[in-house]
């Protein structure tokens, strides 16, 4: 083919396309190794969707930075040829890459047909669109595919993960599928390092029990500060400067790239300082008034900037009840937790054990595991009394409570739990509820309530475990009938 000029301009050669999409697509050669890392247990809640062919629909793989996406594609492909599907019938594009700009996904597919003779109108196949973003309309093009080619499965991933559900939303019902990677659960975290032995099944006991408890929360406190990123747990360099890997490359990039316009933000410096000021307080309950009043914004702008953080993933918002497990008809005051929390490490410095802030950062990681979880959580709130977990039933009544520490104060002195025994005799119904603690495992009776204490660091394996394996208990029996 001859090159084009325009002006003093020189065209993309089609051969330097066709080239890109060779080498995106290794497997369709002899010598292909595949994928060189371990797949996140997460791997297994995605592939089936991928696989399921019953209904018509693309799949979009979202979430935060750095969470794995892209390696979970290298797992879905190398899966699904040792699944026996043809590696010719599989194709990848890096959507951001600039040699593809201005194709559709059209354009991009009749690449592919023509790069190795696959006729995708007729043959199914897997096609995979990563970084789809920065394709403009990219919803307007991949619900086209999923109408026009029933014999294409698509799967496109992310990381602009607020313009992703925002797209998706609008564009995408009843043709796309949503699947949010979330940072690493403990659970993973001890998988991928092959630490997962340091828990065991009781099935005397019928719950999960520590083989140590001390060397189990050494690894609980280190996934506090880098536990949420698979290439962080992996790398000692990152670890000994993640403020620099985690500001630069996920939460600078969130604030400043991710298309933050879509929510009609225009300062950005407005937006870091709220953010900041949000990771520092995590698990603290706030207010818009308490925010606006400190920073000189006004009410509606902390809103809308609020609501964009949460879209992005990087925070959770967390409404309160009342002592009778009433909600609130205004949402004054609220909790929010950071979906990762090292994200606060890495923004002010990594903690240790001691550390006056573990016991807000055991919380966030708490409500981090169950965020994966989906469905509203609350916190309780009074005049003189507060629960950290509150769960509510169909009928809006409480259904199950836990109490976060990081002690053991409480095991020896349970009469002390003064809120939470409180918030028991105003519900009634609970009949048993959860303390976390820094080492003791057991239960007691007080006045009439069954109180379970668990380690949090063994509550938070539990709550992972469970999750990727569709164990769904109640969060207060989260350790018991997995």
Same mark, same amino acid.
Request: glycine share 6%; charged share 20%.
């Given at each position: 083919?001859?090159?084009? #000029?325009?002006?003093?301009?020189?065209?993309?050669?089609?051969?330097?396309?066709?080239?890109?999409?060779?080498?995106?697509?290794?497997? +369709?050669?002899?010598?292909?190794?595949?994928?060189?890392?371990?797949?996140?247990?997460?791997?297994?809640?995605?592939?089936?969707?991928?696989?399921?062919?019953?209904?018509?629909?693309?799949?979009?793989?979202?979430?935060?930075?750095?969470?794995?996406?892209?390696?979970?594609?290298?797992?879905?492909?190398?899966?699904?040829?040792?699944?026996?599907?043809?590696?010719?019938?599989?194709?990848?594009?890096?959507?951001?890459?600039?040699?593809?700009?201005?194709?559709?996904?059209?354009?991009?597919?009749?690449?592919?047909?023509?790069?190795?003779?696959?006729?995708?109108?007729?043959?199914? #196949?897997?096609?995979?669109?990563?970084?789809?973003?920065?394709?403009?309309? +990219?919803?307007?093009?991949?619900?086209?595919?999923?109408?026009?080619?029933?014999?294409?499965?698509?799967?496109?991933?992310?990381?602009?993960?607020?313009?992703?559900?925002?797209?998706?939303?609008?564009?995408?019902?009843?043709?796309?599928?949503?699947?949010?990677?979330?940072?690493?659960?403990?659970?993973?975290?001890?998988?991928?390092?092959?630490?997962?032995?340091?828990?065991?099944?009781?099935?005397?006991?019928?719950?999960?029990?520590?083989?140590?408890?001390?060397?189990?929360?050494?690894?609980?406190?280190?996934?506090?500060?880098?536990?949420?990123?698979?290439?962080?747990?992996?790398?000692?360099?990152?670890?000994?400067?993640?403020?620099?890997?985690?500001?630069?490359?996920? #939460?600078?990039?969130?604030?400043?790239?991710?298309?933050?316009?879509?929510?009609?933000?225009?300062?950005?410096?407005?937006?870091?300082?709220?953010?900041?000021?949000?990771?520092?307080?995590?698990?603290?309950?706030?207010?818009?008034?308490?925010?606006?009043?400190?920073?000189?914004?006004?009410?509606?702008?902390?809103?809308?900037?609020?609501?964009?953080?949460?879209?992005?993933?990087?925070?959770?918002?967390?409404?309160?009840?009342?002592?009778?497990?009433?909600?609130?008809?205004?949402?004054?005051?609220?909790?929010?937790?950071?979906?990762?929390?090292?994200?606060?490490?890495?923004?002010?410095?990594?903690?240790?054990?001691?550390?006056?802030?573990?016991?807000?950062?055991?919380?966030?990681?708490?409500?981090?595991?169950?965020?994966?979880?989906?469905?509203?959580?609350?916190?309780?709130?009074?005049?003189?009394?507060?629960?950290?977990?509150?769960?509510?039933?169909?009928?809006?009544?409480?259904?199950?409570?836990?109490?976060?520490?990081?002690?053991?104060?409480?095991?020896?002195?349970?009469?002390?739990?003064?809120?939470?025994?409180?918030?028991?005799?105003?519900?009634?119904?609970?009949?048993?509820?959860?303390?976390?603690?820094?080492?003791?495992?057991?239960?007691?009776?007080?006045?009439?309530?069954?109180?379970?204490?668990?380690?949090?660091?063994?509550?938070?394996?539990?709550?992972?475990?469970?999750?990727?394996?569709?164990?769904?208990?109640?969060?207060?029996?989260?350790?018991?009938?997995?």
């Amino acid at each position: 083919m001859n090159l084009v #000029i325009v002006g003093t301009m020189q065209s993309i050669l089609h051969t330097d396309v066709m080239k890109r999409v060779h080498e995106e697509s290794p497997w +369709w050669t002899d010598g292909w190794s595949g994928a060189a890392t371990q797949a996140r247990p997460y791997f297994n809640l995605f592939f089936p969707l991928v696989v399921d062919r019953s209904v018509r629909r693309a799949i979009v793989l979202m979430g935060p930075r750095r969470v794995g996406k892209t390696v979970m594609l290298g797992h879905t492909i190398q899966a699904l040829i040792a699944s026996g599907v043809d590696p010719r019938c599989i194709c990848y594009f890096s959507v951001d890459h600039p040699i593809y700009g201005g194709l559709s996904l059209e354009k991009l597919l009749d690449c592919y047909a023509e790069a190795n003779g696959v006729d995708y109108k007729t043959r199914e #196949i897997y096609v995979f669109f990563d970084e789809i973003q920065y394709l403009r309309k +990219w919803e307007v093009h991949l619900k086209t595919l999923v109408d026009m080619y029933p014999t294409v499965k698509a799967v496109a991933s992310g990381s602009a993960a607020a313009a992703l559900r925002l797209k998706s939303d609008e564009s995408g019902a009843g043709r796309f599928s949503d699947f949010l990677l979330p940072p690493l659960t403990f659970y993973e975290y001890l998988k991928l390092l092959g630490k997962a032995d340091q828990v065991v099944w009781s099935a005397e006991e019928n719950a999960f029990q520590a083989v140590d408890i001390q060397s189990l929360n050494g690894h609980f406190v280190h996934y506090l500060n880098f536990g949420g990123y698979p290439e962080v747990i992996f790398s000692p360099q990152i670890q000994s400067d993640p403020g620099r890997f985690i500001r630069s490359d996920i #939460i600078e990039k969130v604030l400043l790239c991710d298309l933050p316009s879509l929510y009609g933000i225009g300062d950005i410096q407005e937006l870091n300082y709220l953010f900041t000021t949000l990771a520092f307080n995590t698990a603290n309950e706030v207010s818009l008034g308490e925010l606006s009043q400190n920073s000189g914004v006004a009410k509606n702008t902390i809103k809308k900037y609020i609501e964009y953080l949460e879209a992005a993933f990087l925070i959770k918002v967390v409404h309160r009840v009342d002592r009778s497990a009433k909600r609130f008809e205004r949402a004054n005051f609220f909790k929010v937790y950071l979906t990762n929390p090292s994200m606060r490490a890495a923004l002010f410095s990594p903690v240790g054990q001691e550390d006056a802030s573990v016991p807000y950062l055991t919380e966030t990681t708490i409500f981090s595991q169950w965020f994966h979880r989906g469905g509203p959580l609350h916190y309780a709130r009074w005049k003189d009394g507060e629960v950290d977990l509150v769960g509510l039933d169909p009928r809006q009544k409480a259904a199950w409570a836990v109490e976060v520490k990081w002690s053991d104060r409480y095991y020896d002195s349970p009469h002390e739990l003064k809120s939470l025994l409180a918030f028991c005799e105003a519900n009634p119904s609970l009949g048993e509820v959860t303390v976390t603690s820094r080492t003791k495992t057991g239960t007691t009776q007080v006045q009439g309530n069954r109180i379970r204490f668990e380690p949090a660091s063994l509550y938070c394996f539990a709550s992972g475990y469970n999750l990727i394996n569709g164990y769904l208990p109640e969060p207060s029996r989260m350790n018991v009938g997995a």
